[in-house]
Every structure is written in structure tokens, then in C-alpha cells.
């Protein structure tokens, strides 16, 4: 039966080409078949079926083969296809076909939606056929409406009164007009023509209005009022407000269709629609609006109600009415609750509101669980504006009731049900990296969950704001938990996560002597759980725990030199507990810790024979034995903050000596034996422990900074030379190997080195302070050991971090480095050029970094680049005109940032008028290029900031040299208008001749208007997707004319309110009047 099957596919394909000869009768029933190999088939059939299928589609003609299709196919896929290529025809060529195709296609469509429609049976079989027909309509309805089609609204709505099954469908194609107008016109219409629609279909809404009336007031047919309800829903964000507010609209949808279950979802989403609305004139129907939506849910959901297991054991449509509930509660009490609080007699439906938001914050959905939350931040944060934190104890609203703010009164109650919520279900940090996985295993977490931290966030926010609403009861609810995880009565894992995820987050929140008791009864208890708890999981999670919170309270350990101290020598311990995920934790907690108390550590404190990091140094050795290698980085990191918090020079150089004096034997040892014998350089073990111990100096020199020249300058010249020599190793075996040998362990070991080499030169430059040091004494062995080796590598073997070595050294040290500038230049330039200019893809991050020092060097060292020979700067010129037409965004947003920054740089300079004679064209006409090349869409905010600066150097007369050769304009701003007129005709010959000098007047117009400009693109960018004819009516071009020679006499008025900004020549008798 296969091979059977298989022959027939072979035997349609090969008589398929048929389908593109337009001289024939179309075959159906060929056409069917090749679109089912298409979708059904594979391999070679498959795609042979999608090439002919494509290429029929592109045929200019094959739109005139629909209505076949359409009317003789069985197939609803070839009917689909059908549709797509109509749909291709009526968003590109519509305006260029004759008026009778168009009315042709118009009444074709018309009819076959009427057809299909009308027929229940029809339109339950054929439900995605329709959709597709509909959207084809809306597509036309775009084009026509209202010029040529000004009766389409009274159409749909006289042919909806006919018919409950052409109603329904009326409704759907009604909500698909108010979605693309209103909703997704941005983009695909130009600004005048979609206010103009939204106008039309405002003035209009009156017929539709009465029809959506007329079926919630007379139709019994259950799918036509859902139907008409979810119009309805589609259009409240936009019709005029009278609609809403002075017909029975309101009292309709509350009294008949809310406890309607088939109706109370998509109502309950009209009502919340309505309820986001900011109309302060109808203060009284948003009040009846909350108090009978309010009666109604009380009555379908009574007060008793288990709402978490309600939605856990709900169907569908119940779930969701739990979380538009939550919306609608959440959406009337953050616009209207002020007004709601106002009214004595709804304090008791406001109140029972945010008693089912409680219930419903508590429902195991995270998605809900946000939507409480948003209300519940935005609430805690209005009160505590209201009446912010003092500092002055006396005066904390929290301990004497009657000074609390009446609004906050009426809330007391069930913010404390909100704390035990949160407090509940606090999200995890992304600090804690010890966790429960799905199999109930205590394990380390590698993956960040951005989800979970965007979520603590927000909780953690919300939590501090209602701590100091009332700090009494946040500390009362966490005790108490905490006393039931001591005595065991709620003692598991996520409660006690949850627990101290929250007492985590409220650092800061409480004055320090409540703050003070409160932390030392916390970190008491859990010790003491920590001792009591038997098991290596227990004790990983509980002391995962201790170290978050301790970490997130940092005031309280300078305030307690003995406390900090203990902490400290806490997590020294927990650094040999070899739990996975133990010691990174204890690890990252100190580094925390070290950076927020870093010169308690280096000061003796009372009772102390010497600063504590005198005994951290003494026994480092004992403290990092059991830590990995990346541990041991972070390690040192950490005592770099607190060494370089030391303010004496002598002792900070003495600690950094002591620091680094363990590294520093190995690394002798090992230079001593690479001095003997150059070949220990190629030992594998060798080279691990090089790149352990660059990493370690990497991380001591991005705490410490500066002065951690001391230890650079020790290693320096070895360390270049073990570069030099490394280098020299892989270059050589690429020659023996071939670039494969790149992948071998040893190899890969030998470049990391190499780029921990860079890295630490380049942590060092960014922290440095003094740049005639660097530039005297770093600058020129660093260039002679990395620059030539850079040039001379296997492309697939140079380091992208030399080329971010050097911009950080240009961005560093500016106009220092200039005269080293040429030399870097000569170096990396051309070389790496060669390697990127093939194609977008290859070496991304040599590409990104390359730009990068361009970038730099032309911000910093212009003058350098202005010295460059001219074959030379032409090549820089074509690689920034490369770099702005990448599809990688960041490489072209380098390029455009590059070159709007040279034309800056260029203005005042003797050589701007040769560079503007050479190259101003070209760079326009390459702008251009990547503007209207939809695959550079997400750029336009930096690629209409230089096309802007560009017509406002021509439109200031900044360029005085002629653009043009003899007499082919009269100046230079008439001669670009022509120019790039020409330019855009010769690009898009379906654009008219009004367009494009609309266009162009534009770009000269609103130059000095980064926003308008941009809009004004983004215009010309919807017009070019479009073929267009004769007609230009719905452009709105005339309209746009008229805007722009206002925009036009806007800017000449101001400059005439500037002495001297015009030029006297300019300036008209009438002015000097």
C-alpha cells in the first residue's frame, strides 16, 4: 500500500508543473494532491510539492485562480492555500489592480462568507475555513473602507438581522476589524490612516451598538450572545464612553448574563474592561459597577468557599472564572478604591473583596498568584506613602493604634492574612543556591529561574512595605512560624525555604533595635534546628537558610562586630561541608558579607589583639583546603574587598603580599622550571595550575584595584613571557596539526592562560588611577608581546580577547594612548577584518569585539584615526558601513553608534568637507539600504537618529563643498532632495511620485525631532510593503504635507527667536521689517 501511495506522489509531482502553466485549464484535483504531498508527505515529494506550491503562489497571476479553487476543491488545505495567496494580492497589489477586479474579489468574498456562514451545518464543519475567509475580508476592508466602501458598517449590520448564524459571523468579522484598527495598526498602517479609521469607525459605532443590544436583549441563542459578548469585549477599550455609561450596558451585564454560567467568564472580562477605565465624571456607575458585580460573585461563590481547592479540583471555565475574579478585583480596587473607600456603605463589599483576593492569593497558580500580588504591592506601597517610614521610634504609626492613618485602619485586618501569605509562599531567591528538586532531593541549582526571581522581587518589595505598615505583626507571624519549625508541628523543607526566604527579604525594613531582637532570636533557633536535626540533607538545607539571612543583613553585623565574627567563622566551617551546593553558598555569602562590612575586617576591634583579616590570612591555607578551584576565586575576591578597604598604603601592600603568597610560590616554582626548561610549559598538569593561578589574581584584582599593582608589577614580564611562549606552542602545532588540534585538552588549557593573561592586564587597567604609569610602564611590553603574536596567529587561533584588551586600554586611558594607536592599528585591523567579512556569522565575538575597539578608538583617539592614510580609512569606512548591515544586533547597533559618533566628531574640522565629499552619499545610500531591508526591523530608533543628524547637517548648511558636479542643482540641500528622491523611485518604482517627495520633505521638516522623525519613517516603511496605484486618498498625503509645512515654519520661527541662527542672506525684507 505504501509503495502504491508513494507511486501516486511521484506520478502527481511529475505532472505538477502544469499547474504553472496559466495557457491550461487549472486541475483541481492535480492541485490537491500536490498539497497533500505537501503536508503530508517527505523527503524528496515533500519538498518538490513545496517548491511547485511556492512557485505558483508567486506566479502575478495566480491570484485570479481562487474563486476556482475556492468554489470546485474538497480540500480544506488547498482552500487555505487559496487564501494565502488572495491575502498576498490584497496587502501588496491591491491599488494597482483595476476597480472592477477589485469590486470582483470584493463581492466574490462577500458572497462565499454569506454562503458559508448562513448554514449551521456549514459553519460548525468549516469553522477555520471561515476564520481564514473573514480575515481575507478585514484585509479588503482595510483597503476599501470607508472611500470606497463607505456602506460596509450599515452592510453588516442590516445583513446581521437576517440571520442568528450570519450574525454570529458578522460579530466575529466586526471584533477583527476593531482588533486591526485599534490594536495591531502600529506598523502596518500609516498614522493618519489609522486615526482615520479609528475616527470612521467611532462616528459609525452607533449601528453596531444597536445591533449588540438587540441580540443581548432578544436573541435565546446561546453561541450568538457568547459570540456578541466577546465583540463587545473587543470594542470596550475604545468606543466613546457614552456607550458605557448612559445606556443600560452596566445594570445588563451585572443583573442578566454575570450569574449566567455559560456567559459569566467573558462578561466578568467586560466588566473588568470597563472597571480600568479612568473616568473620574462617572465616579457613581463605577460604585454601582463594584457593588453589584460584587452581590452577583457572592452569590455564585458564597464567602465559605475553599477557593484553593476549588480551582484545584475545578473544570476549565470554573478555573478561569477564579482568575478573571482575581482581575476584576484587582483592576476596580488599583483605579477606583480610593473612590470605593469614600462610601461608608462599601466598606463591607470592598472588604469582602479583598477577603476572596486572600482566598484567591493562596490558590496554587503562579500566574494568579501575580495578579493578586500586583494589587496587593500596589496597595501596601499607596499606604505606606501615605504615611512613610521615620526614623524618629517614638513616632511609628504601628505602636500606638490611634496614630495609625484611618485608610490604613480599615486595612489592619487583612493585610495580616496577606503577610501570612506571602510570608507562605515567598519565591526563592536567587541568591539560595541549595534547593528541593522535583524528585524531593536536596541538590545545587545551576540554571537560573528568571521567572522565580522577577517573582521574589515583586514579593520581596511587597513584604517590606507591609513590615512597615506594621512591623509588630510581620514579626509576630515569622516567630510564630518559626516556633512551629523548632517544635515540628510545620517542620518540612519549603516551609522553613518560605520562612526564611521572607526574613531574608524584610532587611532594612525595621528599626535596628527591633531588628536587632528579632535576628538574634532567628539565628538562635535555627543554630539550634541546625544541632537538633539529624541528616546530611536537613542540615544542608537549614544551613543554606542561615547563610541567605545572614547575608541580607548587613547593617545588623557592623553593628555586632562578635555576631559578624561568628557568621564568619560559620561559613568557614560550612566551606568544608561537602553537601552539594554547601560551599558555593558559603562561599558567595561571604563574599556578600565581605563587601558590605569589608573594613570592620581590617580594623582591630574591641577586645582583639589584631583585624580579623590578619587571622583569615594566617590560616587561609586551612580555610580553602577543601574548596574547588572556582570556590577559591571567589574566595579571594572576597578578602580583596575587605584589603581594600584598608586605608594605610604600607599595610594594604603588606596584605596583599600575604594574599598572594600562596600563588605566588607556585607560580615561581613553576617559572623557575619553565627558566631550565622551556618544555614544562608544555606539561598539562603545568598549564592548569598557570590558568588556577591567573584566575585567582584575576578576581584578588577586580576587588582591590589599583593597588594591586604591586602584585602585577611582580608577575608582569614572566607572565608575557609565558604568553609569548604559550603562543608560540599553539601556533606550532596548528602548523604540524592543522587548526583541529585547537580541540586538544592541552591546547585549549594553553589559550585560556592566554586569556587570563588579558583579562587580568585588562581588570587592572579599568581600576587603575594613574595613566602615565600604565601608558609608560604596562603599555609598551604588553603591545610588543601581544600585538606582533596577534598578527601572525592561525586566524582560528587568535584570542577575541586581545581586541577587548585593547579597547579597554583606549576607553581607559583616552588621548594617553594615541600615539600606540597606529600601531594597535597595523596590528589587528586588517587581519581580523579578513576574517569577518565573508559573512555575518563566522567569529561572532572577534566581530564584536572588533567593532568594539573601533568604536573606542574612534570616541577616544579620532585625531589618530584622521592620520590614517586614505586607502586605509577607506577600508575603515567599509567596514562600518559592514558592520551596520549585520543581522547581529549588537554589531550593527556598534556600526550605526560608530558612525553617527564620526559625523559628530567630523563637525568643525578642517578635513569634515573631504570626508563629506567622499563618503556622505555613499553612507546615506547604505543607510537606506539596511532601513528598508525588513531583516534590520528592530533598529530603527539608531538607524533614524543618523539618517536625522545627517539631513540636519545638509539642512544647516553645514557642508559647504558641492555634492553635486556642475549644474545639476543649485545647492547642496536641493541636490540631496533630488538625490535621494531618485534613490527611492530607482528602489520602490511602485511608490508615486507624491509619496516619495512627501518623504523627502519630511526627513528635512523633522530632523530636528527625534520622534517625529522615527514616526515619519516608520510611515514611509508601511507604504513600501504596499504596491500603490493611482489612489493615494487613504495615504493621507495631502494631510501629511500639510503637517510637515507646519513642522516646517514651527522650526523657522523658533530659529528667527535666535539672533544670528539665520544667515542673512536667507533672511526675507518682510523679516527685516
Not at 515529494?45 to 470546485?72: G, Y
Not at 449601528?207 to 438587540?214: A, E, G, I, Y
Not at 474592561?273 to 462617572?282: M, T, V
Request: aromatic fraction near 8%.
Amino acid at each position: 500500500y505504501n509503495e502504491y501511495k508513494s507511486y501516486l506522489s511521484m506520478a502527481t509531482l511529475e505532472g505538477a508543473q502544469q499547474l504553472l502553466d496559466f495557457s491550461q485549464k487549472l486541475d483541481i484535483n492535480l492541485l490537491d494532491n500536490v498539497i497533500k504531498t505537501m503536508y503530508h508527505g517527505t523527503g524528496a515529494q515533500q519538498q518538490a510539492a513545496q517548491e511547485v506550491l511556492m512557485s505558483l503562489q508567486n506566479h502575478p497571476d495566480a491570484w485570479q485562480r481562487v474563486d476556482l479553487i475556492l468554489q470546485f476543491s474538497t480540500n480544506q488545505e488547498t482552500k487555505h492555500y487559496a487564501l494565502q495567496i488572495l491575502s498576498n494580492v490584497i496587502k501588496t497589489r491591491w491599488k494597482v489592480l483595476p476597480r472592477e477586479q477589485c469590486d470582483g474579489v470584493k463581492k466574490f468574498i462577500v458572497g462565499i462568507i454569506i454562503k458559508t456562514s448562513s448554514d449551521p451545518q456549514s459553519v460548525e464543519k468549516e469553522k477555520v475555513y471561515l476564520n481564514k475567509l473573514n480575515i481575507v475580508l478585514i484585509e479588503i476592508v482595510k483597503q476599501e473602507w470607508p472611500r470606497n466602501w463607505p456602506t460596509f458598517i450599515s452592510e453588516i449590520v442590516g445583513s446581521s438581522k437576517t440571520n442568528e448564524n450570519l450574525c454570529k459571523n458578522n460579530m466575529q468579522i466586526l471584533k477583527l476589524l476593531s482588533e486591526e484598527v485599534f490594536d495591531f495598526s502600529l506598523g502596518f498602517m500609516t498614522q493618519h490612516k489609522a486615526k482615520h479609521l479609528k475616527d470612521t469607525m467611532c462616528k459609525e459605532f452607533s449601528d453596531v451598538f444597536t445591533l449588540c443590544q438587540l441580540v443581548l436583549d432578544n436573541s435565546t441563542s446561546v453561541p450568538l450572545v457568547s459570540t456578541t459578548l466577546q465583540t463587545l469585549l473587543g470594542f470596550l477599550n475604545w468606543i466613546p464612553l457614552g456607550y458605557i455609561f448612559e445606556t443600560n450596558l452596566i445594570s445588563q451585564l451585572t443583573r442578566k448574563f454575570l450569574s449566567v454560567p455559560e456567559f459569566r467568564n467573558t462578561t466578568l472580562k467586560c466588566l473588568t474592561e470597563i472597571a480600568g477605565i479612568d473616568a473620574r465624571a462617572h465616579s457613581e456607575q463605577f460604585c454601582e459597577l463594584f457593588s453589584r458585580t460584587m452581590h452577583q460573585i457572592k452569590t455564585m461563590l458564597p464567602f465559605t468557599t475553599n477557593l484553593r481547592e476549588a480551582y484545584k479540583n475545578g473544570q476549565d471555565d470554573e478555573q478561569l472564572f477564579i482568575q478573571n475574579m482575581a482581575l476584576f478585583i484587582s483592576t476596580i480596587l488599583k483605579e477606583h478604591g480610593q473612590l470605593i473607600e469614600g462610601k461608608n456603605d462599601l466598606h463591607t463589599s470592598l472588604l469582602e473583596a479583598l477577603h476572596y483576593l486572600v482566598l484567591i492569593s493562596q490558590v496554587e497558580e503562579k500566574e494568579i498568584f501575580k495578579i493578586c500580588l500586583e494589587y496587593w504591592n500596589c496597595l501596601a506601597s499607596d499606604l505606606y506613602r501615605e504615611s512613610p517610614y521615620s526614623s524618629n521610634i517614638m513616632t511609628y504609626p504601628s505602636l500606638h493604634s490611634n496614630s495609625v492613618p484611618p485608610r490604613r485602619q480599615l486595612y489592619l485586618a487583612i493585610l495580616s492574612k496577606v503577610r501570612v501569605v506571602l510570608i507562605s509562599r515567598m519565591a526563592k531567591p536567587e541568591e539560595v543556591l541549595v534547593v528541593e528538586n522535583d524528585q524531593g532531593e536536596v541538590v545545587r541549582e545551576f540554571m537560573k529561574d528568571t521567572d522565580a526571581i522577577n517573582l521574589y522581587k515583586t514579593m520581596r518589595e511587597t513584604l517590606v512595605y507591609l513590615t512597615h505598615l506594621d512591623y509588630s505583626d510581620t514579626e509576630t507571624i515569622m516567630t510564630e512560624k518559626l516556633h512551629n519549625q523548632v517544635n515540628g508541628s510545620e517542620w518540612s523543607w519549603r516551609n522553613l525555604n518560605t520562612l526564611c526566604w521572607a526574613i531574608g527579604s524584610i532587611s532594612g525594613a525595621m528599626h535596628e533595635e527591633d531588628e536587632k531582637r528579632f535576628l538574634v532570636t532567628v539565628i538562635k533557633d535555627l543554630l539550634g534546628l541546625c544541632e537538633m536535626k539529624r541528616g546530611k540533607d536537613n542540615k544542608a538545607i537549614i544551613a543554606s537558610n542561615i547563610m541567605y539571612i545572614v547575608g541580607q543583613y548587613p547593617r545588623f553585623l557592623r553593628q555586632h562586630w562578635k555576631f559578624l565574627k561568628t557568621v564568619v567563622n560559620k561559613l568557614f566551617e560550612f566551606m568544608h561541608e561537602l553537601h552539594d551546593g554547601v560551599q558555593d553558598m558559603a562561599c558567595d555569602t561571604f563574599i556578600k558579607i565581605a563587601q558590605k562590612c569589608k573594613r570592620h575586617f581590617v580594623t582591630v576591634q574591641v577586645a582583639e589583639a589584631m583585624p580579623f583579616i590578619e587571622e583569615i590570612l594566617n590560616g587561609i591555607n586551612a580555610i580553602i583546603c577543601d574548596l574547588q578551584p572556582h570556590q577559591i576565586h571567589t574566595f579571594y575576591e572576597a578578602v580583596g574587598y575587605m584589603i581594600q578597604a584598608q586605608a594605610d598604603v604600607q599595610v594594604q601592600e603588606r596584605l596583599i603580599e600575604k594574599l598572594m603568597s600562596l600563588p605566588n610560590q607556585q607560580w615561581d616554582k613553576m617559572i623557575s622550571n619553565a627558566t631550565q626548561n622551556v618544555e614544562a610549559l608544555k606539561d598539562p598538569d603545568c598549564v592548569k595550575r598557570l590558568a588556577h593561578i591567573l584566575k585567582t589574581n584575576v578576581r584578588a584584582c577586580q576587588a582591590i584595584g589599583h593597588p594591586f599593582v604591586i602584585q602585577l608589577g611582580r608577575i608582569y614580564l614572566d607572565m608575557l613571557n609565558v604568553y609569548q611562549v604559550l603562543s608560540e606552542n599553539i601556533s606550532s602545532a596548528v602548523r604540524d596539526h592543522g587548526q583541529q588540534v585547537l580541540k586538544q585538552p592541552l591546547v585549549a588549557s594553553m589559550r585560556t592562560v592566554k586569556k587570563e593573561t588579558l583579562k587580568l592586564i585588562s581588570a587592572w587597567v579599568q581600576k587603575s588611577t594613574d595613566p602615565l604609569l600604565v601608558c609608560e610602564n604596562f603599555v609598551p611590553p604588553l603591545l610588543n608581546a601581544v600585538l606582533a603574536d596577534y598578527n601572525r596567529n592561525h586566524p582560528n587561533a587568535r584570542d577575541a580577547e586581545v581586541l577587548s584588551c585593547m579597547t579597554v586600554f583606549i576607553n581607559k586611558l583616552e588621548n594617553h594612548i594615541t600615539p600606540h594607536t597606529t600601531k594597535i592599528f597595523d596590528n589587528v585591523y586588517e587581519c581580523t577584518l579578513d576574517m569577518i567579512k565573508n559573512n555575518f556569522e563566522d567569529y561572532p565575538e572577534h566581530r564584536t569585539n572588533f567593532y568594539l575597539l573601533l568604536e573606542a578608538i574612534n570616541h577616544h583617539c579620532f585625531l589618530a584615526l584622521l592620520q590614517i592614510q586614505a586607502d586605509k580609512f577607506k577600508l575603515i569606512m567599509d567596514s562600518i558601513v559592514w558592520a551596520f548591515k549585520h543581522t547581529m544586533r549588537n554589531v550593527a547597533e556598534t556600526g550605526l553608534n560608530i558612525i553617527l559618533v564620526m559625523l559628530q566628531n567630523l563637525d568643525g574640522k578642517d578635513v569634515a568637507q573631504s570626508f563629506y565629499s567622499t563618503y556622505f552619499l555613499n553612507i546615506l545610500q547604505h543607510i537606506f539600504s539596511v532601513i528598508t531591508d525588513t531583516t534590520h526591523a528592530g533598529q530603527l530608533t539608531n538607524q533614524s537618529k543618523v539618517l536625522a543628524y545627517m539631513y540636519g547637517v545638509v539642512d544647516q548648511n553645514k557642508i559647504t563643498v558641492n555634492l553635486y558636479q556642475g549644474n545639476e542643482a543649485n545647492d547642496n540641500i536641493q541636490y540631496v532632495k533630488n538625490y535621494t528622491q531618485d534613490l527611492m523611485k530607482k528602489a520602490f518604482p511602485n511608490l508615486q511620485m507624491m509619496q516619495v517627495q512627501v518623504f523627502v520633505d519630511g526627513l528635512f521638516a523633522l530632523n530636528n525631532d527625534p520622534q517625529a522623525f522615527r514616526e515619519h519613517l516608520r510611515d514611509f516603511l508601511v507604504q513600501i510593503k504596499e504596491c500603490a496605484g493611482e489612489d493615494l486618498s487613504d495615504l493621507f498625503l495631502t494631510e501629511r504635507q500639510e503637517e510637515l509645512r507646519q513642522a516646517a515654519a514651527s522650526k523657522l520661527k523658533y530659529q528667527m527667536t535666535v539672533p544670528g541662527i539665520i544667515n542673512p542672506h536667507e533672511v526675507t525684507e518682510e523679516m527685516n521689517d
